[in-house]
T-cell receptor
Framework: EDQVTQSPEALRLQEGESSSLNCSYT??????LFWYRQDPGKGPEFLFT???AGEEKEKERLKATLTKKESFLHITAPKPEDSATYLC??????????FGKGTSLLVTP | NAGVMQNPRHLVRRRGQEARLRCSPM?????VYWYRQLPEEGLKFMVY????????ESGMPKERFSAEFPKEGPSILRIQQVVRGDSAAYFC???????????FGQGTRLTVV
């Protein structure tokens, strides 16, 4: 059975303290891996799509990378507004996303 | 350009009643997906639809749940004879094509009392 594990479950950072979130997956025949952020009470907000090992995408303070077994979301100099739950979702079908449980990030001033 | 619209945002139903959740995809999107998020659990895929067709319903419970995406109007997720275990947040997403970014609505939070 396909599995997705995100670590850590929760992360507390000081503003400006860079870190990385991990997403390990065992999805066979990966067609893509998606990153979303979710704020409390809201729907997931799309961040990135990665399609092949070695690919990297950047957006503001976020950078996502992909290997054959895991993906990392690097957060550089985070701000309090980056506080959210970050979800990764690999897919082997191209449409049914296998969401992990997420990493809950809190950035304090 | 409006995003994915779901309504209602909150729905309370008594055990045994029916729940109807509606989703209007983003303009230009013909692919619709429904997900369920139980407390303390991740989002789980339920069903994938295109206009008038169910493409994959492998994540749908076999009984009481159904989905449609008619030629005109929103996609509907219907839950008959709701039970307490159906209480969850139900999210709809839409995309222009498969294996491209899917955009999510704000969800419908169903509470069964």
């Amino acid at each position: 059975e396909d599995q997705v594990t995100q670590s850590p479950e929760a992360l507390r950072l000081q503003e400006g303290e860079s870190s990385s979130l991990n997403c390990s997956y065992t999805v066979s025949g990966l067609r893509g891996l998606f990153w979303y952020r979710q704020d409390p009470g809201k729907g997931p907000e799309f961040l990135f799509t990665l399609y092949s090992a070695g690919e990297e995408k950047e957006k503001e303070r976020l950078k996502a990378t992909l290997t054959k077994k895991e993906s990392f979301l690097h957060i550089t100099a985070p701000k309090p507004e980056d506080s959210a739950t970050y979800l990764c979702a690999p897919t082997d079908s191209g449409y049914a996303l296998n969401f992990g449980k997420g990493t809950s990030l809190l950035v304090t001033p | 350009n409006a995003g994915v619209m779901q309504n209602p945002r909150h729905l309370v139903r008594r055990r045994g009643q029916e729940a109807r959740l509606r989703c209007s995809p983003m303009k230009g999107h013909s692919h619709v997906y429904w997900y369920r998020q139980l407390p303390e659990e991740g989002l789980k895929f339920m069903v994938y639809l295109q206009k008038e067709n169910i493409i994959d319903e492998s994540g749908m419970p076999k009984e009481r749940f159904s989905a449609e995406f008619p030629k005109e109007g929103p996609s509907i997720l219907r839950i008959q004879q709701v039970v307490r275990g159906d209480s969850a947040a139900y999210f709809c997403a839409s995309s222009r094509d498969t294996n491209t970014e899917a955009f999510f609505g704000q969800g419908t939070r169903l509470t069964v009392v």
